[in-house]
Each structure stands twice: as structure tokens, then as C-alpha cells.
């Protein structure tokens, strides 16, 4: 299991970093989705999932996490490339600290490759880490609430995937509440509602997932 220290990087711009990175992995025809929610939302239950779905597509998983090498080890159990990121306390990962991850994966070409970025719902949003696409999750034990204190990341991400609807009958939680205040704050964004334990509405989440892919190579 590779795993690496970084520390927040020194550099002029974090916007520069991140637009370089994005260039890199087009020319690669890479789609680095950058995959953002609170602590335990069901980040790398989705991943490990999307991971067995979508077989026929080269996957890798930078694991972000302030410690412990879990999440990275449940990835390459699955026969996935996988690299665990210490962030030295930090909360979020920048640009730089992405192509350094980027970097740890090797040599080999991926389709799709995901950052799994530190849990919480505040310092990711405000870094473009330099990825094609933005992924957030909220799971219905959270709240329906959320969209209303935690703005800036559903006004960031391309898709809002609504994790563990299979325990929604034990929760208070108001979907159609929940997506209109999202589309609210955001009315481009693509919404989700899945189980990863059940496997509902995965299907339509992985042909978004696929689609981007091609659009990303073609476009
Ligand atoms: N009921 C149910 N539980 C789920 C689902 N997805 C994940 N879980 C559970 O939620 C807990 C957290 O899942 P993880 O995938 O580790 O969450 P995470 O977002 O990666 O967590 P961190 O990396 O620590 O932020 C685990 O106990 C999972 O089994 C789901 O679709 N339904
Ligand atoms: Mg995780």
C-alpha cells in the first residue's frame, strides 16, 4: 500500500496549480472527480461500489484522510490502484497536494480517477483542486437541512449524490426538500439519490459517471 505525507503547498496560486493539473490529466484523457461530504457520509462505501459497477473502466482512488491507511487498503482489496494521503492535520487538499497524489499512482493510464477528499463539508469546497468534475455527498442521516448551512459546496459541485436511502424510512429526511433547496443554490447540479448497500439509483449515477468520461475524452 503506498502512502504519502504532504503539507499544504507553497506556491503563487492554488488557481494556476489546479488549471495545470486539469490540462495534464485531459492530455492523459484522465477525469479526476473530486469527491467531497462530511466525515462517514458513505465516500468510499460509493467509490468501493462504482469500483465493481464500472469494471470494463480503469479506476484509481487518492485517499485523503488526516490518519489512518482504512479507506486506501478497502480500495485495493478490490484490485483498484490506490494511494493513502496524510494531510498533516489539514482539512482539505489543494491543487498542489493533488498532483502530488496524481503523481504516487505511477506510470499507468486511468479513465476515471477519484479524490476522495478529507471529510467535512466546509474546507474542500473553497479549493479547486484542479479535477474535472466535483462530487459531493450528503446521506439522509445528516439532515435536509444542509444545503441551507453548508452552501458553497452544492453551489460548487457538478452532482449531488443523497448517500444510504435504504435508511431513509428512519429519518426525517425531506427529499424533495432537500433537492429543491440544492437546485436552489445550484440549478445545473446533477442529483442522485442511491443506496451503495442496496445498489438503487447507482445505475443512473455510474452513466453520469460514464458519460463525463466520454465527454472528457472526446471534448
Ligand atoms: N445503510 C447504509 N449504510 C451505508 C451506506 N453507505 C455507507 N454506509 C455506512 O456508512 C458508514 C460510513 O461509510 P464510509 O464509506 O466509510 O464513509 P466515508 O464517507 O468514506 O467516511 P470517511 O472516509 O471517514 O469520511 C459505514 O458504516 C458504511 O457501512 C448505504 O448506502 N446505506
Ligand atoms: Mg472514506
Given at each position: 500500500m503506498k502512502r504519502i505525507t504532504l503539507n499544504a503547498t507553497v506556491t503563487a496560486s492554488n488557481e494556476r496549480d489546479a488549471d495545470a493539473l486539469r490540462a495534464r490529466t485531459k492530455a492523459m484523457g484522465t477525469l479526476l472527480v473530486n469527491v467531497m461530504s462530511?466525515?462517514?457520509?458513505g465516500k468510499t462505501t460509493l467509490l468501493s461500489r462504482i469500483i465493481k459497477d464500472l469494471a470494463g473502466l480503469r479506476i484509481a482512488v487518492m485517499e485523503a484522510d488526516i490518519a489512518s491507511d482504512v479507506d486506501a487498503e478497502r480500495i485495493e482489496a478490490l484490485g483498484a490502484a490506490a494511494v493513502q494521503v496524510h494531510t498533516?492535520?489539514?482539512c482539505h487538499m489543494d491543487a498542489g497536494m493533488t498532483a502530488a497524489a496524481f503523481d504516487a499512482l505511477g506510470d499507468e493510464r486511468f479513465d476515471l480517477a477519484f479524490l476522495e477528499n478529507v471529510?467535512?463539508?466546509?474546507?474542500?469546497?473553497?479549493?479547486?483542486?484542479?479535477?474535472?468534475k466535483k462530487l459531493m455527498i450528503l446521506s439522509?442521516?445528516?439532515?435536509?437541512?444542509k444545503p441551507l448551512k453548508y452552501p458553497l459546496m452544492f453551489k460548487e459541485s457538478d452532482a449531488l449524490v443523497i448517500s444510504k436511502i435504504d435508511a431513509l424510512p428512519y429519518f426525517d429526511f425531506d427529499l424533495p426538500r432537500c433537492i429543491y433547496c440544492a437546485k436552489k443554490l445550484n440549478p445545473g447540479i446533477a442529483v442522485f439519490p442511491v443506496s451503495a448497500k442496496t445498489g438503487e439509483g447507482m445505475a443512473a449515477l455510474e452513466q453520469w459517471l460514464l458519460d463525463c468520461v466520454n465527454d472528457w475524452k472526446t471534448n
Open positions: 462530511s466525515a462517514g457520509s498533516s492535520g489539514m471529510g467535512n463539508l466546509i474546507c474542500p469546497a473553497e479549493y479547486d483542486t484542479g479535477a474535472g439522509v442521516s445528516e439532515g435536509d437541512d
